[in-house]
């Protein structure tokens, strides 16, 4: 969703922005702009579509050293030039960027309207840059405080005023908004990825707080003005991993790092001796782990099909009952909130406005919430009881994919563990750890048979829709891969349990229509077997993912993709990265954005 990047300093700000606007582009946008100011002067460029559209018009050597940039998703108003950020007030004297949606603006726009202010702009933004002039008394810092507690919704905001040259005024509530220290000079950004080019010494800036930003340092203050001590951070991601380093797409590299990625979810998390899991994270005793009676994930996007998944590991391996729940869903039903129940909230991005609402309402009814996140720093770890790591490094697609490998490695650990307190035994938690080890070398193993699904991609990218069926665990999988399909190639696709498959979407069926069948050799194969064959009888094609050695499926379906024979606990890490890379090649020959797919967001911080 919508970017912030603000810069302070001794060097030209233009360039500093336009780059950072550009490491922005993953969370989604569709237009851009910036403002720098020199000599007292205010000027914004702005426009819809890329960054590249943006450069155009601004000039090369643009003077003024201080300056915000803001590339928008919009939510109200059309995409066009007058509605991207910045957006400043009637005498160009205040340039603002906003993140969030300001929920009275309508009402705050009318009272400006009859005091005689005229807007130009169908944003909910515009309001602020208005507030903030109409408040100005000389102090941009008191007149921002006022501002922003007029507003009802989120911000993350980062606002300058023509009069008080080298200064940035950043606030939040509720769209992160993150400081970088610099020598001598400072950024502002809607996350890391904005800054790490130029610093790895970061603070996060909390809701509540506004910071006023110069080049030789920063003040950090409540909405009362009392002063509020930071802690400096570092960053602990290398400026190569949001590079491609070699790769056409983002994507691509970050479904081909997946074994490392794996690998180091696992790390220093294992506990040979004693066969079982370590998770400090979660900041619980063993007797807190021990009282646990019930687990409920919740989670939006592809996280959400990670704890789905989750659910099953957890009720099958460690006998705990666990239910998984959208958290937009959860979030408006007034749930019950039950003793001895943990509750896991997922987020690659750790800021899904819908996961972190629904985590802050169940602590409000007094709930345990660990985080499940990739993001470190970010509000969902933040602001959770505990939790886990998942260290995929950035995720820089829109589409995820080793984050949900990593997320079901954190997940996995933690069913090690509750299993292992429960009846697993010592040998058999060896033997669980020693299926999870082999995980990264399998994942390997599947990755250098891309070249099949490539061709697959061909025969089957016409296809106007697919459908991905598969049962027990493989049957999030499932859901995984038609999401991932329709996110990038826009081919609609629907994820089904294979069992379910009578019950309504037979009436698909057709030559046209192809059926992906997830067909481990597990104790459902059978079952799916016969799924196929109804397909087949009603000339349906049929696409398997089965595992090397299985003839029989591979003699039924059309078309076979076959993953390293392992045990059955670990098919779904096998089942998933096929999944991944038939959407990726299918998007590939439809021409497809991949990485930026059309109208979605990698971080989706509004409900
Ligand atoms: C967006 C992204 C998805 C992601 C979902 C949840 O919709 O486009 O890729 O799965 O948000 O994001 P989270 O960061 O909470 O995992």
């Not at 590299?253 to 794996?262: L, V």
């Not at 049929?542 to 076979?560: C, F, L, M, T, Y």
Request: include cysteine; glycine fraction near 8%.
């Amino acid at each position: 969703m919508c970017g912030i990047i603000g810069y302070c300093g001794p060097r030209p700000a233009a360039p500093i922005l336009i780059e950072g606007l550009k490491r922005l582009e993953y969370r989604g946008y569709d237009s851009a702009g910036i403002c720098v100011a020199d000599h007292e002067v205010l000027t914004v460029f702005k426009k819809k579509g890329k960054i590249a559209e943006l450069r155009k018009v601004v000039p090369a050597k643009l003077p003024g050293c201080y300056g915000i940039g803001h590339t928008r998703w919009a939510t109200h108003g059309e995409v066009n030039d007058i509605n991207a950020h910045p957006h400043v007030d009637e005498k160009n004297d205040i340039a603002i960027v906003h993140n969030g949606i300001i929920e009275n603006y309508t009402s705050l726009r009318e009272k400006l309207e009859e005091e005689g202010h005229v807007f130009h702009t169908q944003t909910d933004s515009e309001v602020i840059a208005y507030l903030i002039a109409d408040l100005y008394e000389g102090d941009l810092e008191r007149a921002v405080k006022q501002a922003v507690q007029l507003l009802k919704g989120t911000y993350g905001i980062v606002c300058m005023h023509r009069n008080e040259p080298g200064l940035l005024i950043g606030a939040r509530n509720g769209s992160p908004l993150v400081l970088g220290i610099g020598d001598d000079e400072m950024f502002l950004g809607s996350d890391v990825t904005a800054i790490i080019a130029h610093t790895k010494q970061v603070v996060y800036v909390e809701d509540g707080e506004v910071v006023a930003v110069r080049a030789d340092g920063f003040i950090t203050t409540d909405l009362r003005d009392r002063s509020v001590d930071k802690k400096v951070e570092t960053i602990t991601w290398e400026l190569q991993e949001i590079e491609k380093e070699g790769f056409d797409h983002f994507m691509q590299k970050e479904i081909f790092e997946q074994s490392q990625t794996i690998l180091r979810a696992l790390q220093g998390r294992l506990d040979h001796e004693n066969g079982t899991g370590k998770l400090d994270g979660l900041n619980m005793s063993k007797q807190e782990l021990h009282s646990i009676e019930r687990v409920k994930i919740f989670a939006a996007g592809t996280s959400y099909h990670a704890g789905l998944l989750a659910s099953y590991l957890l009720e099958n391996i460690a006998r705990i009952p666990c239910t998984t729940e959208l958290a937009s869903e959860l979030r408006y039903r007034n749930p019950l909130v039950e003793r001895n129940t943990v509750y896991f909230a997922v987020s690659q991005s750790g800021e899904t406005a819908d996961t972190l609402y629904a985590m802050r309402e169940l602590q409000r009814k007094g709930a345990r919430v660990l985080g499940i996140c990739n993001v470190v720093g970010s509000t969902i770890p933040r602001e959770s009881d505990g939790g886990v790591y998942i260290h995929s490094g950035p995720e820089i697609a829109v589409a995820s994919t080793k984050a949900f490998t990593s997320q079901l490695t954190a997940f996995y650990l933690f069913t090690l563990l509750m299993a292992r307190m429960r009846h697993m035994s010592l040998d058999q938690g060896r033997v669980f750890i020693r299926h999870l080890e082999s995980v990264p070398d399998l994942v390997s193993a599947t990755l250098a048979k891309a070249g099949e699904l490539k061709v697959l991609a061909k025969k089957y990218s016409v296809a106007q829709d697919f459908l991905f069926l598969g049962r027990g665990t493989n049957y999030p999988v499932a859901l995984e891969g038609a999401l991932k399909l329709k996110e990038i190639s826009y081919i609609h696709a629907e994820g089904y349990s294979a069992a379910e498959i009578k019950h309504g979407p037979i009436a698909l069926i057709n030559e046209k229509t192809p059926s992906l069948f997830l067909v481990p050799n597990d104790s459902l194969r059978d079952k799916v077997i016969s799924n196929m064959k109804e397909v087949k009888a009603r000339k349906g094609k049929v696409i398997a993912i089965s595992v090397e050695g299985d003839n029989e499926v591979a003699d039924i379906a059309d078309d076979v993709f076959a993953v390293p024979a392992a045990d059955e606990l670990i098919h779904p890490f096998l089942m998933v990265v096929p999944l991944q890379l038939l959407a990726y090649y299918c998007a590939l020959e439809l021409g497809r954005d991949v990485d930026q797919p059309r109208n979605l967001a990698k971080s989706v911080t509004v409900e």
